[in-house]
């Protein structure tokens, strides 16, 4: 019966100090908005016209895609540049999107246009891009 105790206790104290440790140091997400990034309720603040720019594969983008969107992957980034410049405008804001929590090609395509391409205004999505309502 002590030992029972015993591991009762135990057991007791660890949930008391892992309580106590979460409520010191709780390990949240980060949800808040970085530089650079826009949430679908902040596309109000984004200056028009508004070019969105779809960073995943071909493969991805026709099964689906925001309408509209420009197809730019980041393996096609070179070859797909002129064709992007074609449809820019200087005046354009651009929002990169990709597949929320499951790849980071928007961001490496917002950050290759902002460096590369010298462009202001870029910004990432955040959101996941389904939830675009037209």
């Known amino acids: 019966m002590a030992t029972l105790r ?5 057991f007791a104290a660890a949930l008391s100090f892992s309580a106590i440790n979460y409520a010191a140091n709780p390990h949240r997400p980060d949800l808040s908005l970085k530089e650079g990034e ?3 309720a902040d ?6 016209p508004l070019m969105i720019v779809d960073a995943r594969p071909a493969a991805e983008y026709a099964k689906g895609h925001i309408k509209g969107a420009f197809n730019l992957p980041e393996a096609q980034f070179d070859a797909r540049l002129g064709a992007f410049w074609d449809e820019w405008t200087p005046e354009a804001s651009i929002l990169v999107y990709c597949n929320v929590g499951q790849c980071n090609s928007s ?6 246009l902002k460096k590369e391409c010298g462009m202001h205004n870029v910004f990432v999505l955040k959101d996941d891009w389904k939830k675009w309502k037209e």
């Open 38 to 40: 826009a949430s679908l």
């Open 107 to 112: 961001r490496i395509i917002a950050d290759r």
């Open 43 to 48: 596309l109000k603040r984004i200056k028009e």
């Open 6 to 10: 015993n591991i009762v206790f135990i």
